[in-house]
């Protein structure tokens, strides 16, 4: 009876032991064959010690490839963007230039300030040049404005730009300016209460005759009633164009000095009563 003991002990014994020698799988491993997504262990930004955070593994985008700046316009060309934006002719671009190359200077501290289509009263443009002879015609042109460093530059043309005249500074400065209104706007006495009796701005025509009589130019106020023209110093009648028989207005005689703009103003006559 106690060798049955002793044996069933060994035995007992051995199996604890052969139990003992079997290899435990590790802590984190994973059976073969096991389906289980790819982890990618990186530091986390701005962790301290052993700290890390587990992050999927991802695949970067693929690189656009940059675009190679292109050869910047010239100056040229972007003054005729510019104009044909404004719906100017071709040709203010090569005045522009011209002017640049008179005054020895680059193109782009010529500016463009102003254009406005006109007519001229001879095929001079309205500049009297001596010697020179100039056809008693209407020409339909352009009044343009340059800004430069020597100052404003008028320079008048044509329809088509191949007659031109360039006015310096010292010609350009002096004129007449002001503004045309038309009354009464409604019938009755005019009185202060009622603003639509009152003067409103008038878009019309007026031609410039010198002190001999001979047509000068013809100029037009804006929706608002003004105007601005530069003419040479002189004395000057403004001959305002009238209906048959109204609205109406009176000439007038203005005077220009040098280096001033006349300040006038124009009354229309509605012709209520």
């Known amino acids: 009876m106690s060798k049955k003991i002793d044996w069933f002990i060994i035995l007992t014994l051995l199996s604890i032991l052969l139990g003992a020698c079997a290899v435990a799988p590790q802590a984190g491993s994973v059976p073969s064959g096991s389906l289980v997504p790819t982890i990618k262990v990186t530091e986390?930004?701005?962790?301290?010690?052993?700290?890390?955070?587990?992050?999927?593994?991802?695949?970067?985008?693929?690189?656009?490839?940059t675009p190679q700046?292109?050869?910047?316009?010239?100056?040229a060309a972007l003054n005729l963007a510019t104009q044909q934006a404004a719906n100017l002719p071709d040709f203010v671009s090569t005045l522009q230039e011209k002017l640049a190359q008179e005054l020895a200077v680059d193109t782009a501290q010529v500016l463009l300030k102003?254009?406005?289509?006109t007519m001229w009263p001879n095929s001079c443009l309205g500049v009297q040049v001596r010697g020179m002879m100039c056809a008693d015609v209407m020409v339909p042109g352009y009044r343009l404005v340059f800004t430069t460093p020597q100052g404003e530059y008028e320079?008048?043309?044509?329809?088509?730009?191949?007659n031109y005249r360039l006015l310096p500074p010292a010609a350009g400065q002096n004129g007449i300016t002001g503004q045309?209104?038309?009354?009464p706007n409604?019938?009755?006495p005019v009185t202060l209460d009622n603003p639509d009796c009152l003067d409103k701005p008038y878009q019309a025509s007026v031609l410039v005759l010198d002190s001999s009589g001979s047509l000068?130019?013809?100029f037009e106020s804006d929706s608002q009633g003004f105007f601005k023209v530069t003419l040479?110093?002189?004395?000057?009648?403004l001959q305002p164009e009238n209906g048959n028989p109204y609205p109406k207005a009176a000439e007038q005689t203005v005077i220009v000095q040098e280096g001033a703009f006349t300040p006038v103003t124009i009354n229309y006559n509605t012709g209520m009563r």
């Open 44 to 65: 986390a930004a701005g962790s301290s010690g052993d700290e890390t955070a587990a992050s999927p593994t991802a695949t970067p985008p693929a690189s656009r490839p």
């Open 69 to 75: 700046p292109g050869t910047p316009p010239s100056q």
């Open 114 to 117: 102003e254009s406005t289509e």
């Open 155 to 162: 320079c008048r043309t044509n329809q088509d730009g191949s």
């Open 180 to 183: 045309i209104l038309i009354s």
């Open 186 to 188: 409604c019938a009755g």
């Open 216 to 218: 000068v130019t013809v």
């Open 232 to 237: 040479p110093p002189g004395s000057y009648t």
